[in-house]
Nanobody
Framework: QVQLVESGGGSVQPGGSLRLSCVASGFSSDYYAIGWFRQAPGKAREGVSCISKSREMTYYSDSVKGRFTISRDNAKNTVYLQMNSLKPEDTAVYYC??????????????????????WGKGTLVTVSS
């Protein structure tokens, strides 16, 4: 059974940092594209950052470029999102998602990320003074 479990969320002051982790089970993340998405209260879910299975392609939304960094450790079946210089507008529930490009049309480019198959339950990030 495919499962994604996020952790690392919490409350932080503006300018602070957090590192989110997403541990995958039930599949080998080597073969999957993985991404982070977020949904703020009253807003639609948006893509934050994604990484292709080969690590060749990474996507960052304009709102997080230069502040967030996605990385993956396939040996640990884990993907990370390092978030620096956090702003109040980064407050949201952050979701990890994954997709196998052999099974579905998932797209990860420098300009876009969509087509994820599996989703975690999310972790809340609150940025407030």
């Amino acid at each position: 059974q495919v499962q994604l479990v996020e952790s690392g969320g919490g409350s932080v002051q503006p300018g602070g940092s957090l590192r989110l982790s997403c541990v995958a089970s039930g599949f080998s993340s080597d073969y999957y594209a993985i991404g982070w998405f977020r949904q703020a209260p009253g807003k639609a879910r948006e893509g934050v950052s994604c990484i292709s299975k080969s690590r060749e392609m990474t996507y960052y939304s304009d709102s997080v470029k230069g502040r967030f960094t996605i990385s993956r450790d396939n040996a640990k079946n884990t993907v990370y999102l390092q978030m620096n210089s956090l702003k109040p507008e980064d407050t949201a529930v952050y979701y990890c998602a994954a997709a196998n490009p052999e099974h579905t049309k998932v797209v990860v480019t420098t300009m876009s990320c969509y087509g994820m198959q599996y989703w975690g339950k999310g972790t809340l990030v609150t940025v407030s003074s």
